[in-house]
């Protein structure tokens, strides 16, 4: 009976309006949620697993509680086609802390729509230890399921902020700004930086047209074959690979 | 009753033992039909469009026979959830030929399993200007719908093969192996490559022992965060973006 609730709850965390409304999220299996364990333990509303993983993972749980599931109902409340021995209900994170840019890399998102992207994006800062992204209100919920298991556990460090990005980067003086465009300067040239922003933009139509106009500096990966773009987090991977 | 016959047919396509039966694969929207249209013309079996696309690529088609379909017709037979103005049904591309490595840049796919993964990195090669990449057979099917709509149109340009890895890396005499790795020479200080094999690995279990043996260098993209590893597509972009 439980477990039947908690499917139906859990169900209607599979949409934006209602992730908002309870302010939680899902992730499932046994590395994302070893992760949040590890460096946001304090944000875990309930842990639902199977025994052997439980058993395992005893100390990390400390004095965490766990409701012990059998696989049958691990099925009947997981989002996974293939559910993976642990589910978490997880406190959405809190970002609403000032957004310092100084003295780092900021990664700037426009209108990154699909969730795949996005969370790529987000291991791949995580993997460069680029501490905050800021997102265009209409950018991908990151709390979207298939968005959290594409972070592999990268969720869990980086710091993501909503905002209305025309109005946010207007207010950013003093630091450059660059945009990844088809055609700028070739990034292959640039030194390392110790501090900017970095847009990357819609996977179809690019960085809008009002964030182009605040930015300082377009920057391009150089094309030696044929293929009209790249795919927007792998242009983020091959930029930051440069930069960062 | 041509265009619910057809629908079943193209629903066939979408299984892999029907594509290599027929020897055929589906290519669907304005943007990759183009440049299948451009580059390999000859390929295209059937073409099904609507009114305002013939319009539109009247030169473009030459001699090709259009069937025209209404929107209502196209959703019918389409594959996509929504449904792009034109569907192809394409002849696969002849890759028996020889492969060689001679004086280019070869790149290898040891396992790649996700088909948005394959496409992306399918896509990358073709704006390094890689000409031919080489699959391990457990690699996922180029052909698969969801793999053919992530290369945005590459496809048609990018020679693939399939072989046995490991008997076709241990025929290479006189050629440097790189396998990209957790560990290894930092790609960042690498000089650009005038030839070479690059082997990506597969998504979790990254490149199989007895393929790493066959291998002379291992090459790694320098972490300065926490993520425990890259997507295989970002990390395809980012070493080809420093070697190429």
């Known amino acids: 009976?439980?477990?039947?609730?908690?499917?139906?709850?859990?169900?209607?965390?599979?949409?934006?309006?209602?992730?908002?409304?309870?302010?939680?999220?899902?992730?499932?299996?046994?590395?994302?949620?070893?992760?949040?364990?590890?460096?946001?333990?304090?944000?875990?509303?309930e842990i639902y697993a199977v025994k052997d993983w439980i058993v395992e993972n005893e100390k990390l749980l400390a004095k965490k509680d766990v409701t012990e599931v059998t696989d049958g109902e691990l099925e009947k409340i997981s989002q996974l086609t293939t559910p993976n021995k642990v589910l978490a209900i997880v406190r959405q994170f809190d970002n609403d802390g000032d957004i310092d840019v100084k003295g780092r890399i900021t990664l700037v998102l426009d209108g990154i729509q699909d969730p795949g992207n996005m969370g790529s994006i987000i291991r791949i800062a995580d993997w460069f230890g680029i501490a905050q992204i800021i997102c265009s209100n209409d950018s991908a919920d990151i709390y979207n399921p298939k968005v959290v298991q594409a972070t592999m556990g990268s969720i869990a460090r980086v710091k993501i902020f909503y905002t209305d990005l025309e109005e946010w980067l207007a207010g950013q003086k003093d630091i450059r700004i660059y945009a990844t465009a088809l055609e700028g300067q070739d990034v292959t040239g640039m030194k390392k930086l110790n501090e900017g922003i970095i847009i990357i933009g819609n996977e179809s139509r690019g960085i809008s047209e009002a964030v182009l106009k605040l930015t300082n500096v377009k920057i391009t990966i150089p094309k030696k074959g044929k293929a009209e773009s790249l795919n927007a987090a792998v242009a983020a991977g091959i930029v930051l690979g440069y930069v960062v």
Chains 1, 2 share one sequence.
């Open 1 to 45: 009976m439980l477990v039947k609730q908690k499917a139906k709850y859990i169900q209607t965390l599979g949409q934006k309006k209602f992730r908002e409304q309870e302010g939680a999220f899902i992730a499932e299996g046994p590395k994302l949620v070893k992760e949040l364990l590890e460096e946001n333990a304090a944000a875990i509303i």
